[in-house]
């Protein structure tokens, strides 16, 4: 998340606790700035989407051939590197539309998570019901973002120290363990699962419990700057 995607309103304060935010604070000016001057924001953004699709195909297409999973790997690099660069290109270039730039990175973000979940649930490392589970919970965490910051006026991206950065990172090395040792399928009350499906039911009930904490911690801040009032 970089200049353009913030939210338009100035007042609004912007938290990012991510693990790489400090690598990636570094990095993204430094490629951006070695962009040539024909590819704008909108290229990066139009990549980043084209490699959530390319992800979503390698995960489906590894139900052939394992080897579909390094594809899926070289995407999620790619697809980091349209997704953080756009707004960053636009911030170094002093050409920010914050407003266009903040619906198009939310829109497309939901694309590519809905995308790559989807695609990992149509894969044979994952079931569909957790993948949909990951994407339904992350929009549902990301819908709660959006009204933060418009109640609150603060735009708080992180739950916790893991974004989509670090997410990516993770994919990356379950899809490597993957190919080298392969699915690892075991039985769990009659349900065959793999590793990819332990990390994401997991993963979707960390973020169910994050959720409901932030949730709450909104409700008595608002409550606070919005006592009951009592009828007359």
Known sequence: MTDEERP???????????LLAGFERRVLPRLAGALPAWVVPDHLTALGLLSSTWIAVAYILSNRNPAWLWGASLGLVVQWYGDSLDGT??????????????YLDHITDAYSTAAIGIGLGLSPYML??????????YLI??????????????????????GPTEARVVLIAINTVAIV????????AGVSLTL??????????????LLLIRVGGNL??????EPPRRSA
Not at 128 to 137: E, K, R, T
Not at 196 to 209: E, H, K, T, W
């Open 128 to 137: 569909l019901s957790i993948g949909l589970a990951v994407v339904i919970i």
């Open 8 to 18: 338009p309103d100035a007042q609004h304060e912007r938290t990012t606790p991510f």
């Open 196 to 209: 990819f499906d332990i990390f994401g039911a997991v993963g979707v009930l960390a973020m169910f419990v």
């Open 89 to 102: 290109l636009a911030r170094v270039r002093k050409i920010e539309r914050p407003r266009y730039g903040y």
């Open 141 to 162: 965490m990301s819908i709660n973002v959006y009204l933060e910051t418009y109640v609150l006026g603060e735009f708080r991206l992180g739950y916790a120290v893991l």
């Open 220 to 225: 008595r801040a608002l409550a606070r700057l």
């Open 181 to 188: 040792l392969g699915p690892m399928r075991f039985d769990i």
